[in-house]
Structures are given as structure tokens and as C-alpha cells.
């Protein structure tokens, strides 16, 4: 394992200068509070390591991925995997970044799982649109209401009865705690998924230095994140 990867880490850092000798080595990111403030600390980390200064280029969700998959990016911050299905070019790095769930707000006399899903009776806000928030609205026949606004207002629309059913996001590293007591409402996990950083597939060898790396930075700032006895 360790020749291995000693061979990757070799070949990458031979590679990378050929690829990138004309720009810097950037990286874009959707507008997100969990990129900032966690990932893109993480990334550094792990590219420090391997001696590469990283650009961060904060673009909206849909360019960030045609620059990436376009070459224009070397990769981009976090992803889930099932955004890269129309981008050819585009690979995940194998450590998973972070698990993200898909959570089901219900007001209280409701069934709360997947059920409600399969209702086209049923309206639910879904958070505005992204590559499973679409497979969900393809998959369920339930009428799917995509929103911008925050959790909190969701929460809000439930309680005031406008709605009954509301999906929001949360991750293991930047959880999301819906305030279930407070607006009187009950939750489900209804699917979960990994979220992974991606790299254009130039920088194969790259991803796979970037794999081991990645996993040992993410148990220290897991460790770092648990509370002190």
C-alpha cells in the first residue's frame, strides 16, 4: 500500500506541473457556508501537504461545474457524485468529503416517511434545485415547491399550516438541527449520500495521492470537533 501510493504521489506531482504551468492550481466552489467555513479549510490542509498552493473561485452551482468539466478549473470544492452525471470529464476523489441526509419535515398528524413522497395529493418545499433535489422531483409523483429561503422559514410555513411536508439538507460535518419541538413538527431521514470533492480527470494520479490524505485530515478534524471532557 505504501509503494503504492508513494508511486501515485510521484507520478502526480510530475503531472501536475505539465498540467498546470500556464494558471495557478484553482479550484471552484458553489456559494455554500459549509465550503467556506469547513471544506475548503480541509482542502487546504490536504493540498498543503502535498506542497500545492490552491485557488478558491467561488462560482454558482451550475458554472462551477462546465469550468471544472471544461478544464477551465482543475476540480471543484464538493459535490454530490450524481451532479457529475452530464460532465464526462469530471471524477470524484475516493475519500468521501463529508454524508449529507435528506430529511423530511412533517407536521405532526402526518405519516412521516418516504409515503409522503408518493402522494401527488401532497405539496412539499424542496430546497431550490440541485442534482438530487431534481432525481427526487423525476422520482416521487409527489408536487415538489423548490424554495430559497431557510429552514427556519420552511419551519415557519409548516406550523402556519401553508404546508405539510418540507425536505431540507443536513451533513455530518455542518449539521442542520431542525427546531422539531419549537414549530411542533416530527422528521425522517428519507435518503443519504456522500458528498465528495472532484477533480477534472487530468489529475487522476492527483486523486488518488489526495484519497489517504484526505481521510487522515478529516478523522483529526472530527476528533478536533467532539466535545472536551
Given at each position: 500500500?505504501l509503494?503504492?501510493?508513494?508511486?501515485?504521489?510521484?507520478?502526480?506531482?510530475?503531472?501536475?506541473?505539465?498540467?498546470?504551468?500556464?494558471?495557478?492550481?484553482?479550484?471552484?466552489?458553489?456559494?455554500?457556508?459549509?465550503?467556506?467555513?469547513?471544506?475548503?479549510?480541509?482542502?487546504?490542509?490536504?493540498?498543503?501537504?502535498?506542497?500545492?498552493?490552491?485557488?478558491?473561485?467561488?462560482?454558482?452551482?451550475?458554472?462551477?461545474?462546465?469550468?471544472?468539466n471544461?478544464?477551465?478549473?482543475?476540480g471543484?470544492?464538493?459535490?454530490?457524485?450524481?451532479?457529475?452525471?452530464?460532465?464526462?470529464?469530471?471524477?470524484?476523489?475516493?475519500?468521501?468529503?463529508?454524508?449529507?441526509?435528506?430529511?423530511?419535515?412533517?407536521?405532526?398528524?402526518?405519516?412521516?416517511?418516504?409515503?409522503?413522497l408518493?402522494?401527488?395529493?401532497?405539496?412539499?418545499?424542496?430546497?431550490?434545485e440541485?442534482?438530487?433535489?431534481?432525481?427526487?422531483?423525476?422520482?416521487?409523483?409527489?408536487?415538489?415547491t423548490?424554495?430559497?429561503?431557510?429552514?427556519?422559514?420552511?419551519?415557519?410555513?409548516?406550523?402556519?399550516?401553508?404546508?405539510?411536508?418540507?425536505?431540507?439538507?443536513?451533513?455530518?460535518?455542518?449539521?442542520?438541527?431542525?427546531?422539531?419541538?419549537?414549530?411542533?413538527?416530527?422528521?425522517a431521514?428519507?435518503?443519504?449520500?456522500?458528498?465528495?470533492?472532484?477533480?477534472?480527470?487530468?489529475?487522476?494520479?492527483?486523486?488518488?495521492?489526495?484519497?489517504?490524505?484526505?481521510?487522515?485530515?478529516?478523522?483529526?478534524?472530527r476528533?478536533?470537533?467532539?466535545?472536551?471532557?
Amino acid at each position: 500500500m505504501l509503494k503504492r501510493t508513494l508511486i501515485a504521489l510521484a507520478s502526480a506531482l510530475v503531472l501536475l506541473p505539465l498540467n498546470s504551468l500556464a494558471k495557478p492550481f484553482t479550484l471552484s466552489h458553489a456559494p455554500h457556508p459549509a465550503i467556506k467555513s469547513i471544506y475548503i479549510p480541509i482542502l487546504k490542509e490536504v493540498y498543503s501537504e502535498l506542497g500545492i498552493n490552491v485557488e478558491f473561485l467561488e462560482m454558482s452551482t451550475h458554472r462551477g461545474l462546465v469550468e471544472a468539466n471544461a478544464g477551465h478549473v482543475e476540480g471543484d470544492v464538493a459535490r454530490f457524485s450524481e451532479a457529475l452525471q452530464d460532465y464526462p470529464n469530471l471524477m470524484t476523489v475516493p475519500t468521501a468529503l463529508d454524508r449529507a441526509d435528506i430529511i423530511l419535515l412533517c407536521v405532526r398528524e402526518t405519516d412521516c416517511s418516504d409515503n409522503a413522497l408518493k402522494d401527488p395529493k401532497n405539496r412539499i418545499l424542496i430546497p431550490t434545485e440541485t442534482a438530487v433535489v431534481r432525481r427526487f422531483i423525476v422520482t416521487y409523483p409527489a408536487n415538489f415547491t423548490p424554495v430559497s429561503h431557510s429552514l427556519s422559514k420552511s419551519q415557519e410555513m409548516l406550523s402556519m399550516g401553508r404546508f405539510k411536508y418540507a425536505l431540507y439538507v443536513s451533513t455530518e460535518l455542518y449539521p442542520h438541527q431542525a427546531k422539531t419541538d419549537k414549530y411542533n413538527l416530527n422528521w425522517a431521514i428519507v435518503e443519504s449520500f456522500p458528498i465528495f470533492h472532484v477533480l477534472h480527470k487530468d489529475h487522476e494520479a492527483l486523486a488518488d495521492v489526495i484519497a489517504p490524505i484526505l481521510s487522515r485530515v478529516l478523522e483529526r478534524y472530527r476528533l478536533e470537533q467532539q466535545p472536551k471532557q
